[in-house]
T-cell receptor, first 113, second 110 residues
Framework: DVKVTQSSRYLVKRTGEKVFLECVQDMDHENMFWYRQDPGLGLRLIYFSYDVKMKEKGDIPEGYSVSREKKERFSLILESASTNQTSMYLC????????????FGNGTRLTVT | SQQGEEDPQALSIQEGENATMNCSYKTSINNLQWYRQNSGRGLVHLIL?????REKHSGRLRVTLDTSKKSSSLLITASRAADTASYFCATATNAGKSTFGDGTTLTVKP
């Protein structure tokens, strides 16, 4: 079974801090994704990556960056956290970008105060 | 607006009844997926139906896809209290991006 592990379940950070959210998958998947989930807005794609050292902007990339130095790890970086980035962050991976379902981690609930 | 939009937003039924959720989308798709999310957790994949398929079954789940109407439905038969969760549809394009709707919150009362 595919396992996608997000490093933290809950995180509380202060405004202006640099925040790192880590995600690791153990099935050698090519593709990895970061979503945020907010009530009434569903899941929105922040960034995704189809290969190591490769990244593409999703629908809401502003205020975020990503890093994929190794195939199994995809990091989401909040350069300077703001209160409107308080949200549930979900990492996902799949093998075939257009044919495979997504496998999700359990999410990181981030609160920025 | 969201590519995949679920209807209804909330559904409350008794154990043993069937639950039907609908999803509409706007653009051409490669496939459509249904996911389940228990409160505060990640999403779990249920069924993927390709654009050239019309119906798919998995246990108590039945998914239909009508590409001419750009719509899909998820039917859960003989529901159980453990089916209580939020259900999302997601549409995937050939470029590989999956777009999610806001979900349907299902409550199954024992």
């Amino acid at each position: 079974d595919v396992k996608v592990t997000q490093s933290s379940r809950y995180l509380v950070k202060r405004t202006g801090e640099k925040v790192f959210l880590e995600c690791v998958q153990d099935m050698d998947h090519e593709n990895m994704f970061w979503y945020r989930q907010d009530p009434g807005l569903g899941l929105r794609l922040i960034y995704f990556s189809y290969d190591v050292k490769m990244k593409e902007k999703g629908d809401i990339p502003e205020g975020y960056s990503v890093s994929r130095e190794k195939k199994e790890r995809f990091s989401l970086i909040l350069e300077s956290a703001s209160t409107n980035q308080t949200s549930m962050y979900l990492c996902a991976s799949n093998q075939d970008r257009s044919r495979s379902p997504l496998h999700f981690g359990n999410g990181t609930r981030l609160t920025v105060t | 607006s969201q590519q995949g939009e679920e209807d209804p937003q909330a559904l409350s039924i008794q154990e043993g009844e069937n639950a039907t959720m609908n999803c509409s989308y706007k653009t051409s798709i490669n496939n459509l997926q249904w996911y389940r999310q228990n409160s505060g957790r990640g999403l779990v994949h249920l069924i993927l139906i390709r654009s050239n398929e019309r119906e798919k079954h998995s246990g108590r789940l039945r998914v239909t896809l009508d590409t001419s109407k750009k719509s899909s439905s998820l039917l859960i038969t003989a529901s159980r209290a453990a089916d209580t969760a939020s259900y999302f549809c997601a549409t995937a394009t050939n470029a590989g991006k999956s777009t999610f709707g806001d979900g349907t919150t299902l409550t199954v009362k024992p």
